[in-house]
């Protein structure tokens, strides 16, 4: 099941889509380098994209904290991004304003998970009449997405994608219930799993988000042997020096090894 995006490019072999890119928009010249080689990939494995950065991180534990390179010169870059690959473009947003807003210049409007019970935003992004990607909250079961989805679709939203993200266990962690894919699936929408932030390791003491990156693989071998819709998954050239959630983002260079590999678990979970 594919998202209603025109210019994501279905493919006969079957696979699961993909969101991809970095966790912010750092600067004007690393996002074309990544979505460039994340494209060059998926053409290859034959996997529909489409590349997410925020261009603003609104949730951030500490004021320090990078939020982005200016809000209009990092739309513009989503913007840029999406003409010149002719790809579809993910971005969060964190208000009604930001529905509005953001909606000029990328295809899909995603809820982050702990503003996913907020209708007024729900409403936002529904009326803007994008497909809206809504991030399934930490503290919700699986089940309980059934009432985002229907705010959206009260407010006249048609397409609509759910994302498993992992539960909070204890303060600073977090497991993944993979009974969420089928349990979110019955509200006939896709169900993406994101296999980077479900590894994140939240509330440290220092005010940064931990991770477990070596866990990446894992989690995303679960997520298509359970036959999700749907893979996102953050990446950067260099995690280390990223600017924002480095500690959970898979290191560019092992993306295509991944992913071939999840290609491959996929077509036989499908075929099972």
Request: glycine share 8%.
């Amino acid at each position: 099941m594919y998202p209603n995006l025109p210019t994501l490019r279905h493919t006969d072999g079957g696979s699961f889509f993909l969101i991809a890119g970095p966790c912010v928009i750092e600067d004007e010249k690393s996002p074309f380098e990544i979505a460039e080689r994340l494209l060059e990939i998926a053409e290859r494995l034959r996997i529909p994209f489409a590349f997410k950065a925020s261009y603003r991180k609104a949730n951030r534990s500490r004021v320090d904290s990078f939020t982005g390179i200016g809000d209009w010169e990092g739309l513009e870059i989503l913007g840029q991004i999406r003409q010149k690959y002719n790809i579809p473009v993910v971005t969060d947003i964190h208000n009604e304003t930001e529905a509005a807003t953001a909606a000029q210049f990328v295809d899909v409007l995603q809820i982050p998970a702990f503003l996913c019970r907020q209708t007024s935003l729900l409403a936002a992004a529904a009326e803007t009449g994008k497909v809206v990607n809504v991030k399934k909250g930490q503290f919700l079961s699986p089940g309980a997405m059934m009432h985002a989805v229907d705010k959206i679709r009260y407010y006249g939203g048609k397409d609509i994608m759910l994302t498993e993200r992992g539960t909070t266990f204890g303060y600073q962690d977090l497991v993944v219930d993979f009974r969420s894919v089928p349990i979110m699936k019955r509200n006939n929408v896709p169900v993406v799993v994101d296999i980077t932030h479900s590894l994140q390791r939240p509330n440290q003491p220092d005010g940064i988000s931990g991770g477990d990156p070596e866990m990446i693989e894992t989690i995303g071998r679960a997520a298509v042997a359970n036959c999700c819709d749907g893979i996102f998954l953050e990446t950067h050239p260099d995690p280390r020096n990223a600017k924002s959630d480095g500690a959970n983002m898979l290191p560019l260079d092992l993306a295509e090894p991944l992913l071939a590999k999840l290609v491959k678990i996929h077509q036989v979970a499908m075929n099972v």
